[in-house]
């Protein structure tokens, strides 16, 4: 630690590479005796103490620093978050991940990434694991504050949302609409954006999702253009499984239409239908 601290102090830019082996995160691992696991299960999403104080300490340098974080799941680097004016998550890229990561780091690729889970603040927002109930986990029905949303993810370009636009207000249960919204690329360079589309029904007795993915369109977009991106919203979007009935259905009723670049509730431009 004492070395890489002295050779930050001589660098223009440093690259942190952290995060968590392989071989820690399975299941059953029975004999893994280890702070922030037991087992094969996480006590902790935080990353292990060593590394969080080395970040510290190079963050204190006061040089610019870019952390790399290699994991197979989520973890809690609220603190890092507030060091570390630049994060990738790089996840286990095999054999040809640094080649992948320079190409990033060094500008040569544009990327587009989205996290496909949540990265929550601290294990301690999240109930026991004994309990398999999805209550207060994951997008569909956390409610607390997150640190990274699921389907969130920068590029080196920037996009704004406009004009959402749904053919229709009102359709029947077997019916099915066109979802479209305006998507301008404002940075200086090519990039992609992935248009995100999430349903809520607003009137079901049943318990439904705080939000729901039911569809995403990776768009390619030039620096300053503006395109239209549409996608379909029908029966097969608005179903869910009636464990009533046993199978898939449509519950009549009013649906909150959400679209953006996340699952974060601020980034949404939102609009009604009404399915009777």
């Known amino acids: 630690a004492w070395d890489a601290i002295q050779a930050s102090r001589w660098a223009d830019h440093v690259v942190l590479v952290m995060g968590l082996t392989a071989r ?28 969080r104080s080395l970040i510290r300490q190079i963050a204190a340098t006061g040089k610019p620093v870019t952390l790399v974080l290699m994991t197979g799941s989520a973890v809690s680097i609220t603190q890092e978050n507030d060091m570390v004016p630049a994060i990738l998550q790089a996840w286990y890229g095999g054999e040809a991940a640094g080649e992948a990561v320079a190409d990033v780091l060094f500008g040569d690729y544009n990327p587009a990434g989205r996290l496909p889970l949540t990265f929550y603040r601290s294990v301690e927002d999240l109930p026991p694991f004994e309990n398999y109930d999805m209550q207060g986990r994951t997008y569909r ?111 009549p009723g009013l649906y909150e239409i959400m679209v953006g670049p996340s699952s974060a509730s601020e980034g949404l431009l939102k609009t009604e239908l009404m399915v009777r």
């Open 24 to 51: 820690l995160e399975g299941e059953e691992m029975r004999g893994l005796e280890l702070e922030g696991f037991n087992a094969g299960d996480r006590t902790s999403l935080d990353l292990p103490a060593v590394q």
């Open 141 to 251: 029905y956390f409610e607390g504050e997150v640190l990274y949303p699921f389907g969130y993810g920068l590029s080196y370009s920037t996009f704004t949302y406009d004009n959402l636009i749904l053919e229709k207000s009102e359709i029947a249960p077997d019916g099915s609409i066109t979802v479209s919204v305006d998507i301008s690329n404002t940075g200086d360079r090519d990039g992609e954006e992935v248009v995100q589309l999430y349903i809520r029904d607003l009137e079901s007795e049943e318990l439904r999702p705080l939000k729901d993915l039911v569809g995403f369109e990776r768009e390619a977009i030039k620096a300053g253009q503006t395109i239209v991106v549409s996608m379909n919203l029908g029966p097969d979007e608005l179903a869910y499984y009636d464990k009533a009935s046993g199978e898939y259905v449509v519950e």
